[in-house]
């Protein structure tokens, strides 16, 4: 006689409780944040996991995490303070690139325009993997992998934390960097069109910590610590009255 009611309340409270994730589910919306060009932005997401988003990048996350993982889409650049959950993993993707972590800290630079995203870890551990490649990495805190889109592989080598994720406190750092990248980082930095029109200095090496500096003055000083020379373009009003970005060429001294 006792199972019959026991039994309806069983069926009663699985009912609701798929009412219930039915209802989270269809409530979730997908939602986005953008760092337009020449600014960073930081913010929660809403496990709690803190992120901060670098300049020219957008990030793609539900408003509710429901299912087995917490997956978010990013283009760009963003360092991730991962709330942790050992249940539900906590997955960033770029195509078919990913980084799975469950409470860490690491990392992301990912444009879709590159031809290298790089996942840099600074506490915990990661999986960095690649689908059309077959191929994954579980690396160690002060440890980066480097994935090269084009022939779709993968490297893992040592690094320097502190100067990879520096851009989150307003440091640009370069160490040995190619000033192809040089280059690249400061257009989005600076919000610029800056071209390097003389591809015999594309691997010239540079080393350099830019702080408080303009883009005037980061391009003196370039002049002086570097093989090269600048000319700036006279800015255009378009169809919509406001101005075209700066545009600079860069060529070898």
Request: proline share 3%.
């Amino acid at each position: 006689i006792l199972f019959l009611p026991l039994f309806i309340a069983g069926i009663y409270i699985a009912y609701q409780n798929k009412m219930l994730k039915d209802d989270l589910r269809v409530s979730s919306v997908i939602q986005q944040i953008d760092a337009q060009p020449g600014t960073k932005t930081h913010f929660f997401l809403p496990d709690s996991t803190e992120v901060w988003l670098n300049s020219a990048s957008t990030i793609v996350f539900p408003s509710v995490f429901s299912g087995t993982t917490r997956t978010v889409e990013l283009n760009g650049e963003a360092y991730f303070k991962v709330y942790k959950n050992k249940r539900k993993p906590f997955i960033v993707k770029n195509g078919d690139f990913a980084v799975e972590a469950v409470g860490t800290a690491f990392n992301l630079c990912a444009y879709s325009d590159d031809n290298k995203f790089l996942a840099t870890l600074e506490e915990g551990k990661i999986k960095v993997s690649v689908e059309t490649a077959q191929k994954s990495f579980l690396i160690e805190p002060g440890q980066q992998v480097r994935f090269l889109v084009s022939q779709k592989k993968l490297y893992k080598w040592d690094v320097n934390v502190s100067e990879v994720v520096a851009w989150k406190d307003g440091l640009l750092v370069f160490n040995q960097t190619p000033f192809s990248d040089v280059v690249r980082s400061l257009s989005r930095w600076f919000n610029a069109d800056i071209q390097l029109a003389d591809e015999s200095i594309a691997n010239y090496r540079y080393t350099a910590t830019f702080t408080n500096e303009n883009l005037y003055q980061v391009l003196e000083l370039l002049k002086l610590t570097a093989p090269i020379d600048y000319s700036l373009d006279k800015r255009l009003i378009t169809s919509g009255n406001n101005f075209t970005k700066e545009r600079i060429q860069i060529r070898k001294n």
